[in-house]
Structures are given as structure tokens and as C-alpha cells.
């Protein structure tokens, strides 16, 4: 009698599961995307929305260390959402040299559509799901979140001492 009970299994049972849904939720996304603007922008655009509509506004150095990016692929990206007005320069207040990046009114617009559009198609899958699968979803989404955060907390505190 086996069973998959080593100490590893359930870590690797939880972390091919998340990866199925994420492809599921790339595919799901993609239509949301898609359908929401005449123009889509492309995923590491999309990114960058997300960046400035958490922490606007933002330079484009952070906006390039945040993405990991190099700072001339940051500006023509930056280049291409100001093309489709979806993002705003102006002076910094802190320093004439820098340029601030705002999310503009489209591209706020863009963002609040896309996620209607994700969070209908959400619900409509999880509204097919019995109650307590959806509260131990819940539960277990919070909890992935939460180490996601951690995680993403203690690499910045690395990356901050080893500087």
C-alpha cells in the first residue's frame, strides 16, 4: 500500500494545480482583454497599468526597477500607453529633471472595463461551484496571496542588503 504522503508531495500537488489555473486564467484573461479596447495592449503593458494604478504617480526609474526592465524599453513602452492616452507625463514636483507617469482618465477607464469583464467571467465559473468549494477557494486564495506577499517582501529585504 502507497500512498503519496512524503513531505514534498502535497507542496507539488498544490503547485501543479495553481499552475493548470493560471494557464486557465491566461486564456480567460486574454478574452476579457481582448474584448475590452479596439487597441489591447500587450501583456507588459498591461503591467505597467496595474503599476500605475497602485502607485501613482511613479518615475520612470522606478517604474523601470519595479518591471526589472532597462530604462529605454520602459520609455518606448511608456511611449506607446501616452500614444493611446492611456498614461500621462508631467514634471515631477520633487525634481524639474524627472518625468511623473499618471494613469490617465482612457486608461483608467481601460482597467476598471477589464476587470468588470475578468470578474464576470470569474463569477460565472465560480457561481457553478457548491458553496463550500467556493469558501475553501476563498480561504485558499487568501493564503497563496498572503505567502505571495511574503515572498515578494522578504526578496525585496535581500535585494536591499546585498545593495
Known sequence: MHSETSP???RDAAAHA???VIELLEVLWNKGRDMAS???VSSSQLRVLFIL???QPINLRTLGEVLGSAPSSVSRMCDRLAALGFVERSPSSASRRELELRLSSRGDSYLKDLRARRETALLDVI???PPAERAA????LSSFRLAVENA???AAGDAAESA
Open 38 to 40: 479596439p487597441a489591447p
Open 127 to 129: 457561481s457553478a461551484m
Open 152 to 154: 515578494a517582501s522578504e
Open 137 to 140: 477557494l476563498a480561504d485558499g
Open 53 to 55: 494604478d497602485r502607485d
Open 18 to 20: 495553481a499552475r493548470e
Open 8 to 10: 514534498g508531495a502535497d
